[in-house]
């Protein structure tokens, strides 16, 4: 009997044994197959890539056609927006500053407005001329802020108990999240023209603001919606002990409980709509996907597709993770689980 116990444990340390000889193998596989990946990666960084297409018109990746002279102010409108986006990750110390930084961020989309297409003094520029980052910048921004109160206009439609109200936004929400959206950026560069009056004309960043916004809000509204099921019906009763009407229910708790339970999945769609703006290219405008298409079009660059795209790459990465981490944060802040 006890050379059966014997037996039996030598065989499961021989099996441990082995299974961890397997392990340890496999492991300093991968971690040499890594190693020469990174060694192999690195050599041609440094050796073997050409980055003269990306170096020599990094202005252009930034700013498009803009002419040169003016380049200044879409300058200005991406460094106003880096340091609200800074002043949103690490809290200024003015209590004043933190909370008015919502109105600064509404404030943006006049200021890019104003900036971009001049007037009052300062010389007009034609949309035709945005390009690069600035127009994917301005796209993502622009929606983005008008998506979101239709979204949540649509969200409490939806759970209206006007019969009619609900339907239609239900049938609205429901088609736009049925259709993708490169067939919505079509009806908007392609079709919004057509049925508008003759002598009124759209110009065409304002028909893919308008398009993006219409794709958007759907999505925020069932995220919204999301949000109102979370919040206890508790909450509605004792507002309304308290004397609080519809009106102020639904500002002062519902929408910004829900929108703190939507934080989330809020700061994924405005990632996803910064990364889709890349679609447009395909329909004309010439952001930042454009702009390095267009360059690889050029037969000076040709053979860099590389070193481009891993530079579009990289630009869209370093600012979806600073959204990114302004959510990290906002959510930290508001200790949403």
Not at 76 to 88: E, V
Not at 150 to 176: E, H, P, T
Not at 239 to 262: D, E, T, V
Request: net charge positive; hydrophobic share 55%.
């Amino acid at each position: 009997m006890y050379l059966k116990k014997i037996n039996k444990n030598f065989k499961k340390f021989r099996e441990i044994l082995l299974l961890n000889s397997l392990n340890n193998f496999l492991t300093i596989i991968l971690v040499f197959a890594i190693f020469i990946t990174f060694l192999q990666t690195f050599n041609w960084l440094i050796v073997n890539s050409k980055w003269t297409a990306v170096t020599t018109n990094i202005p252009l990746f930034v700013f498009g056609t803009f002419p040169e002279d003016q380049r200044w102010r879409p300058f200005i409108w991406i460094m106003s927006l880096l340091t609200i986006c800074f002043l949103s990750i690490v809290p200024p110390k003015w209590k004043w500053l933190r909370k008015n930084l919502l109105i600064a961020w509404i404030g943006m989309i006049p200021l890019g407005i104003f900036l971009l297409y001049g007037g009052f003094g300062i010389q007009t520029v034609m949309s035709r001329n945005f390009g690069g980052l600035t127009l994917t910048i301005l796209l993502t921004v622009c929606s983005s802020m008008f998506a979101l109160p239709i979204g949540i206009g649509l969200a409490f439609c939806r759970q209206s108990s006007l019969f009619v109200v609900k339907k239609l936004s239900s049938i609205y929400i429901d088609s736009m999240r049925a259709v993708p959206l490169i067939a919505v950026l079509f009806f908007g560069q392609l079709l919004i023209p057509l049925f508008l009056p003759l002598g009124l004309e759209i110009d065409s960043v304002w028909r893919a603001i308008f398009a993006f916004t219409l794709f958007v809000s759907a999505y925020i509204a069932e995220d919204i919606r999301g949000g109102l099921q979370a919040i206890p019906h508790t909450q509605i009763e004792s507002a309304k002990s308290l004397g609080l009407n519809h009106l102020q229910i639904i500002r002062f708790i519902l929408i910004p409980q829900s929108l703190r339970i939507a934080l989330p999945a809020l700061t994924n769609q405005v990632i996803g709509l910064f990364q889709n703006t890349s679609l447009m290219s395909i329909l004309g405008l010439v952001e930042l996907l454009g702009i390095g298409r267009s360059i690889l079009a050029n037969p000076k660059f040709i053979g860099q597709y590389i070193e481009v795209y891993i530079w579009l790459a990289s630009v869209y990465w370093i600012i979806c993770t600073l959204l990114a981490l302004m959510a990290k944060y906002l959510e930290k802040r508001l200790k949403i689980a």
